[in-house]
T-cell receptor
Framework: NAGVTQTPKFRILKIGQSMTLQCTQD?????MYWYRQDPGMGLKLIYY???????DKGEVPNGYNVSRSTTEDFPLRLELAAPSQTSVYFC????????????FGDGTRLSIL | GDSVTQMEGPVTLSEEAFLTINCTYT??????LFWYVQYPGEGLQLLLK?????DKGSNKGFEATYRKETTSFHLEKGSVQVSDSAVYFC????????????FGTGTLLAVQP
């Protein structure tokens, strides 16, 4: 069972470069989320989507963009990478409906130097 | 705004010791509450949840009771094992049907044989 798959697992970027973090799920979940995890800070929601073609901002959206053209995929785009975006990024998905558990990928560790 | 506060770690215990990880929350209304666990190198996974006051969530020997009067959701286990070593996150749901979560900062548990 693949679940939520994130690629790449690790990446080093230079300041000002751009990249896309990939996330795909095979559970036919409507809802998908992107979080960043910083040491001692817990997880912060970047963007989320409740279905294909629908996205919305979370707590910390600045510097990021997302799209949701299919149910399965929810890529996160970093434009003009900055050192403050060094973090571990997690993608998650869930069924719709209250209190459905979120299923997480294994994360992408991103360093910007 | 809504928030979650967890006890700071690390918490270091010997095998078979009793575990308590404190979690308190601030929220409007009565949000659903969750504990997620993150094993080394992995994404988060749901451990247990409670959706209304006085509910007790339980799983794998862990328990937590939703206490409205003290706005708390403390995690407990009677006898920990080395395999329980992980980071534990308390979370609350906000934003209605979008199932967005606010996470605490996480508590690292290290169990020694």
């Amino acid at each position: 069972n693949a679940g939520v798959t994130q690629t790449p697992k690790f990446r080093i970027l230079k300041i000002g470069q751009s990249m896309t973090l990939q996330c795909t799920q095979d559970m036919n979940h409507n809802y998908m989320y992107w979080y960043r995890q910083d040491p001692g800070m817990g997880l912060k929601l970047i963007y989320y989507s409740v279905g294909a073609g629908i996205t919305d901002k979370g707590e910390v959206p600045n510097g990021y963009n997302v799209s949701r053209s299919t149910t399965e995929d929810f890529p996160l785009r970093l434009e003009l990478a900055a050192p403050s975006q060094t973090s571990v990024y997690f993608c998650a998905s869930s069924y719709g409906g209250l209190d459905q558990p979120q299923h997480f990928g294994d994360g992408t560790r991103l360093s910007i130097l | 705004g809504d928030s979650v506060t967890q006890m700071e770690g690390p918490v270091t215990l010997s095998e078979e010791a009793f575990l308590t990880i404190n979690c308190t929350y601030t929220a409007t209304g009565y949000p659903s509450l969750f504990w997620y666990v993150q094993y080394p190198g992995e994404g988060l996974q749901l451990l247990l949840k409670a959706t209304k006051a006085d509910d007790k969530g339980s799983n794998k020997g862990f328990e937590a009771t939703y206490r409205k009067e003290t706005t708390s959701f403390h995690l407990e286990k009677g006898s920990v094992q080395v395999s329980d070593s992980a980071v534990y996150f308390c979370a609350l749901r906000y934003g209605g049907a979008t199932n967005k979560l606010i996470f605490g900062t996480g508590t690292l548990l290290a169990v020694q044989p």
